[in-house]
């Protein structure tokens, strides 16, 4: 039996209570309903066809109750199927119910008695299956338009019914076929337009509640269909994580939980290029931030094999995408706008407003290594670092030929990147001050002019070199040290006038150091500078030996990084001539000190960074072997020893 919106009854305006011979009367001798007789003449011969029509009839009201029933029955179906709602639902199972369980009143039906009770009941019964039929399509047909709830209360009110009719007993598991079909095709192409968080929400709901096995294996296979395809996915994957994995165990868990590492690759803005919006990218991590919560307590209370994360990788993601989540939409709405502006223009100032937008909040170490690497990068510090030794080894080798490196280049360095000695454990403050040192092989002309004196120099001569000197020490930050003096106050003790600026570095110390502790101690920043005057003149200004560690000669334990890094060890014929030309002539002069300790700061970095690379070694032994053969034949022996210090 099929459901009719109308029945004859109701489409002539004629009373079911009409015997057969009055309705063909009335077919007969009525103008209007004459030409149609043709098409009901079949109908109104068959007491059976009469009993259908009779079914589909909606009465306005009657003394007789099962009519009542029946015609609230007809009314609510056709209500529900223009909008289901689940208030109708329970309103249609009720009366069906009611109907149903009134068997003696089936009698009541006008053509029941001319059918016959055996084929009436059948006929009625057809009609109650059709009812379930309608029921079933539109619970089919509702999932994903209802909230999960009311898609479960919906089933649960569809197996009651089912259960108190033993004529439909075989429906639910047909029920149960559908859904686990409609499963396996929640991520084919029709389903796309569809809600399919609210469609997976009310299957996992279902098969939790029904511990269908079958359905509950689709839903695994679903899960991974879906997350080939995290971008229309990723987030009803997310929604329904907590509940799905409540179906499986720890391992099943985790062998589907994979797109989670996806999603945080996906969406983790480091480099604030994302091609999602903020509140899209910051929507997401929330969710995955809790899913990794629960996948983290599953890998930990589980003895299961975790194939999607490394060993710590989970922990570090959990804690980078924590962050984000903690800091905001607007946090991160400035962090890509920041990003950008070092990327397009990289001065100290943007560096500093990115640093500090950053770590302000004091993020935990993992995720502090991860900001400095990501900063560093888009500001090309490895290539900077990289040009400024490369000049310090030139100058080292060649002194008074080769172009030293711009001490202001040099000062620029130090102010875009003095924060790396607070957020990394690869660099230190004594790192920033022997790099400050780069900044006065400018100083190898000045001894190269120092030289040209002799006892015999006559005061032309000794003025022209030292106005040269001067000129040199003007190109240095009045403010840096040498030794234990400013240079402002080496060119006064030359006779000389300072016209160099105060170092824009001074300014960004003070920032860094009051952004990670709170104070401004260093003696390179500005305040130090300028409150030198309250208590002392410039020229009695000295600063104690032990605020500059730096300047006392590092251990040469372990040293010689550059030269170990490209001959392989330590201890060689190679590094044993480098090792004595360091004790016996380097450490005896200024400059040779100054390059000694620009060296041990600088070379363990170098050489973690670089020393595995051809061209790193390509640069260096050339260099190396050409001081060697030239230390050789000056006298230096290539045999075993033990260092100075």
């Known amino acids: 039996m099929k459901y009719k919106n109308e029945s004859l009854f109701s489409k002539y305006d004629i009373l079911p209570s009409k015997s057969m011979n009055e309705l063909r009367v009335i077919f007969q001798t009525d103008p209007n309903k004459r030409k149609d007789l043709p098409i009901v003449i079949k109908t109104i011969s068959s007491p059976l066809a009469l009993l259908e029509e009779e079914l589909f009839y909606i009465r306005e009201s009657s003394d007789v109750e099962i009519l009542n029933t029946h015609s609230a029955l007809l009314t609510t179906l056709a209500e529900l199927k223009e909008k289901v709602t689940i208030t109708k639902v329970k309103q249609l199972v009720s009366a069906l119910l009611k109907f149903y369980e009134n068997k003696v009143e089936w009698s009541q039906f006008n053509y ?109 296979i679903t899960t991974k269909k879906l997350s080939d395809n995290l971008e229309i996915n990723g987030l009803t994957l997310l929604n329904c994580y907590p509940t799905l994995i409540s179906l499986y165990s720890y391992q099943d868990v985790v062998n589907f939980s994979g797109f989670l590492n996806t999603l945080a690759n996906m969406y983790l803005d480091l480099k604030g290029k994302s091609k999602y919006s903020v509140t899209v990218t910051i929507d997401i991590l929330t969710k995955l931030d809790s899913a990794l919560a629960e996948y983290s307590r599953v890998v930990s209370w589980g003895n299961v094999t975790d194939k999607n994360f490394d060993k710590d990788e989970l922990s570090f993601i959990r804690a980078l995408v924590s962050y984000f989540v903690a800091r905001g939409k607007d946090w991160l709405t400035q962090y890509r706008r920041m990003i950008s502006s070092v990327e397009n223009n990289c001065t100290a100032d943007n560096i500093y407003n990115l640093v500090k937008h950053v770590f302000a909040s004091k993020p935990v170490k993992d995720v502090k290594r991860v900001f400095t690497n990501i900063i560093l990068e888009i500001s090309d510090f490895q290539h900077i670092l990289a040009f400024i030794f490369e000049c310090h080894k030139e100058v080292n080798e060649n002194p008074g030929i080769a172009k030293a490196c711009d001490p202001k280049e040099v000062d620029r360095f130090i102010a875009k990147y003095y924060w790396v000695a607070y957020t990394s454990d690869e660099f230190n403050k004594t790192l920033f001050e022997n790099i400050r040192g780069i900044g006065f092989d400018v100083m190898a002309r000045a001894n190269a002019l120092a030289k040209t004196l002799t006892p015999y120099s006559d005061n032309w001569t000794r003025q022209r070199v030292r106005d040269q000197i001067v000129n040199i020490l003007n190109t240095i930050p009045r403010d840096w040290f040498m030794e234990d003096k400013r240079v402002e106050k080496v060119i006064s003790d030359f006779g000389g006038t300072c016209t160099s600026d105060v170092s824009t570095s001074a300014k960004y110390i003070d920032l860094y150091d009051e952004l990670f502790t709170g104070s401004s101690s260093d003696k390179h920043g500005l305040k130090a500078y300028n409150n030198r005057y309250r208590s002392s003149t410039s020229s ?100 075993e020893y033990d260092d100075k210090y």
């Open 112 to 220: 029941y008695k001319t059918v016959g009770a055996s084929k009436a009941e059948g006929v009625i019964l057809e009609f109650v299956s059709m009812v379930m039929d309608e029921l079933e399509h539109l619970f089919i047909n509702s999932i994903g338009t209802l909230s999960t709830k009311l898609s479960v209360d919906f089933y649960d009110l569809l197996r009651k019914c089912i259960n108190a009719i033993p004529s439909e007993n075989g429906r639910m598991t047909r029920i149960n076929d559908e859904l686990i079909e409609f499963a396996g095709k929640l991520n084919s192409l029709e389903s796309k337009s569809d809600d399919v968080e609210s469609k997976l929400l009310f299957l996992i709901s279902i098969c939790k509640n029904t511990n269908n096995s079958e359905l509950k294996e689709i839903l695994k």
């Open 540 to 639: 009695s200004y000295r600063p104690s030996t032990s605020s500059g560690s730096s300047y006392s000669r590092p251990s040469s334990s372990g040293g010689c990084y550059v030269a170990t890094a490209v001959y392989g060890s330590y201890d060689c014929p190679e590094v044993w001539i480098l090792r004595r030309y360091r004790d016996y002539y380097l450490d005896k002069n200024i400059f040779g000190r100054l390059f000694i300790k620009i060296y041990y700061a600088i070379s363990p970095t170098l050489v973690k960074w670089f020393g595995k690379t051809e061209w790193f070694k390509k640069l260096i032994k050339p260099i190396l072997e050409k001081k060697i053969k030239k230390l050789k034949d000056l006298g230096y022996s290539d045999t």
